[in-house]
């Protein structure tokens, strides 16, 4: 009798394993049903779901990042997942990158208007206002907005996807890139780096992507010098001083450190005159009222010329958009410690000294680990020049001994030149966008959605049109 009952025993324990599980699939499937946008308020119809709300990171202090999701336009179950972080730091990825780049609307006036060159065509993309205090992002204790780093900010955003897996499990095992621009330049390498380092997790991570980026603050900002005066916003004499009394690196260095030299001074405000007010260093072909959201930037152009970046044509509309009640209910957002969301955070304390922190070698340490790296430049910003970022490049593929397999050469979109480009073995790119700015898929959202196709797929950009 005794061996005769085993086999019942056993089916009997294996049902009740599959109804634990499937409850468990159920509960976790529901999590994200939460989250489900129906309709945000004046969208097209889509055929593609979104989602949006707050994962929390610290249940004790009520830390909680908030996240917007756009599913993949066409069969999202074959798409890869991408993560993209906008920088600052303290700039929101949902008014920055989703809102004014490469999501799948743009606000004009009452309406949302669809965005044909969407980078969730190619990927299920997902934005995250990142870090605490950004954005909708908020904690109920506000001494998490105080001395916030780069280590706090790579913690939470690898505690934020583990937890955000829970709530899409379906997406666990998909392929991962990383992508970013700016201060994502830090925010980056430095996840990608935990996520290697964090045995308890497997991340499926396929590679990472860098949009004009701050990768060695020293190299990155003393390249501002040639390129103003290469496309003739300082004079001869200027350029020397720039680069001989007073280089830019050392400026901010001092600035952050509360003691500008007055020699500096001098130098920095003559460039300030020379430049212009009126032209946008984040493009400087653009008029100043068609350009990108520039303020997610402020941090890399200290005292008043952080003002004169922020581009008030466009910012207005996203501000005004997502400070609508009914836009806020349909993203399930709310606002915590603050009267209204904002593109940059005012109330976060961020360490920018941290700008000085190098994560060149992080990348070095992805490449190493197997983690494909692009780094990409839209070629009229003159905040953080494609020469700065190409001659790190260049100089990380010769200490890896990386021999250059695409010469450098132009890559094309449609009939015309998107750029020019050089690689080195199959783990190592450097990319430009012709005619972008610091915020390239704004500027140029064609050429922005063929580099990024041919990122996802891992070839060389196009030679031919």
Same mark, same amino acid.
């Given at each position: 009798m005794?061996?005769?009952?085993?086999?019942?025993?056993t089916i009997?324990?294996?049902?009740?394993l599959?109804?634990?599980?499937?409850?468990?699939?159920?509960?976790?499937?529901s999590?994200?049903?939460?989250?489900?946008i129906?309709?945000?308020?004046?969208?097209?119809?889509?055929?593609?779901?979104?989602?949006?709300?707050?994962?929390?990171?610290?249940?004790?202090?009520?830390?909680?990042?908030f996240?917007?999701?756009?599913?993949?336009?066409?069969?999202?179950a074959?798409?890869?997942?991408?993560?993209?972080?906008?920088g600052?730091?303290?700039?929101?990825?949902?008014?920055?990158?989703?809102? #004014?780049?490469?999501?799948?609307?743009?606000?004009?006036?009452?309406v949302?208007?669809r965005?044909?060159?969407?980078? $969730?065509?190619?990927a299920? =993309?997902?934005?995250?206002?990142?870090?605490?205090?950004?954005?909708?992002?908020?904690?109920?204790?506000?001494?998490s907005?105080e001395?916030v780093?780069?280590?706090?900010?790579? !913690?939470?955003?690898?505690?934020f996807?583990?937890?955000?897996?829970?709530?899409?499990?379906?997406?666990? $095992?998909?392929?991962?890139?990383i992508?970013g621009e700016?201060?994502?330049?830090?925010?980056?390498?430095?996840?990608a780096?935990?996520?290697?380092q964090?045995?308890?997790?497997?991340? $499926?991570?396929?590679?990472?992507?860098?949009?004009?980026?701050?990768?060695e603050?020293?190299t990155?900002?003393?390249?501002r010098?040639?390129f103003?005066?290469?496309?003739?916003?300082? #004079?001869?004499?200027?350029y020397?001083m720039f680069?001989?009394?007073?280089?830019?690196?050392r400026?901010?260095?001092?600035?952050?450190?509360?003691?500008?030299s007055?020699?500096?001074?001098?130098? =920095?405000?003559?460039v300030s005159?020379?430049?212009s007010?009126?032209?946008?260093?984040?493009?400087?072909?653009?008029?100043?009222?068609?350009?990108?959201?520039?303020?997610q930037?402020?941090?890399?152009?200290p005292q008043? /010329?952080?003002?004169?970046?922020?581009?008030?044509?466009?910012?207005?509309?996203?501000?005004?958009?997502?400070?609508?009640?009914?836009?806020?209910?349909?993203?399930?957002?709310r606002l915590?410690?603050? !009267? /209204?969301w904002?593109?940059?955070?005012?109330?976060?304390?961020?360490?920018?000294?941290?700008?000085e922190?190098p994560t060149i070698?992080?990348?070095?340490k992805l490449?190493?680990?197997?983690?494909?790296?692009?780094?990409?430049s839209?070629?009229?910003?003159?905040?953080?020049?494609?020469?700065?970022?190409?001659?790190?490049?260049?100089?990380?593929?010769?200490?890896?001994?990386?021999?250059t397999?695409?010469p450098?050469r132009?890559w094309?979109?449609?009939?015309q030149?998107?750029?020019?480009?050089?690689?080195?073995?199959?783990?190592? #790119?450097?990319?430009?966008?012709?005619?972008?700015?610091?915020?390239?898929?704004?500027?140029?959202?064609?050429?922005?959605?063929?580099?990024?196709?041919?990122?996802?797929?891992?070839?060389?950009?196009?030679?031919?049109?």
């Amino acid at each position: 009798m005794t061996s005769l009952s085993l086999p019942w025993k056993t089916i009997v324990v294996a049902l009740v394993l599959l109804h634990i599980t499937s409850s468990s699939m159920k509960a976790r499937a529901s999590l994200s049903e939460l989250d489900r946008i129906s309709l945000l308020p004046g969208q097209p119809q889509v055929g593609f779901q979104q989602y949006s709300g707050y994962v929390t990171v610290d249940e004790k202090k009520q830390r909680a990042l908030f996240y917007y999701f756009a599913e993949a336009e066409i069969d999202p179950a074959s798409k890869p997942l991408v993560l993209w972080l906008n920088g600052g730091p303290g700039c929101s990825s949902l008014g920055v990158g989703a809102f #004014s780049e490469n999501g799948p609307f743009r606000p004009s006036g009452e309406v949302l208007v669809r965005n044909e060159h969407s980078w $969730n065509r190619e990927a299920n =993309m997902l934005y995250l206002e990142t870090p605490i205090g950004v954005g909708f992002s908020y904690s109920t204790d506000t001494s998490s907005y105080e001395a916030v780093n780069d280590h706090i900010t790579a !913690r939470d955003n690898l505690l934020f996807l583990q937890k955000w897996f829970e709530k899409f499990p379906q997406y666990k $095992n998909r392929s991962l890139f990383i992508t970013g621009e700016s201060y994502a330049g830090h925010y980056v390498p430095q996840l990608a780096e935990l996520m290697l380092q964090y045995k308890e997790y497997q991340f $499926n991570l396929k590679g990472i992507a860098l949009g004009n980026p701050v990768l060695e603050y020293t190299t990155d900002f003393n390249s501002r010098a040639e390129f103003f005066w290469s496309h003739g916003l300082i #004079s001869d004499s200027t350029y020397k001083m720039f680069t001989s009394v007073c280089n830019y690196s050392r400026y901010v260095s001092e600035y952050y450190r509360g003691s500008v030299s007055p020699i500096c001074s001098r130098v =920095m405000s003559q460039v300030s005159r020379e430049t212009s007010k009126f032209v946008d260093k984040y493009d400087v072909t653009l008029d100043v009222c068609i350009s990108s959201v520039f303020s997610q930037s402020k941090v890399l152009l200290p005292q008043q /010329q952080v003002t004169e970046a922020i581009d008030v044509c466009v910012e207005d509309e996203i501000v005004n958009y997502l400070n609508r009640p009914d836009v806020q209910k349909a993203l399930h957002a709310r606002l915590v410690g603050v !009267r /209204q969301w904002a593109v940059c955070s005012n109330i976060l304390d961020y360490q920018l000294l941290d700008v000085e922190i190098p994560t060149i070698t992080i990348v070095g340490k992805l490449i190493k680990a197997g983690i494909p790296v692009l780094v990409y430049s839209g070629d009229q910003d003159s905040v953080i020049p494609l020469t700065g970022s190409r001659t790190l490049v260049h100089g990380l593929a010769e200490q890896l001994g990386l021999n250059t397999t695409v010469p450098y050469r132009v890559w094309f979109e449609g009939q015309q030149v998107g750029g020019w480009t050089q690689a080195y073995g199959n783990m190592l #790119s450097f990319a430009t966008i012709r005619g972008a700015s610091h915020e390239a898929p704004f500027s140029q959202p064609e050429r922005s959605l063929v580099l990024f196709r041919s990122f996802l797929e891992g070839r060389p950009l196009p030679e031919v049109f």
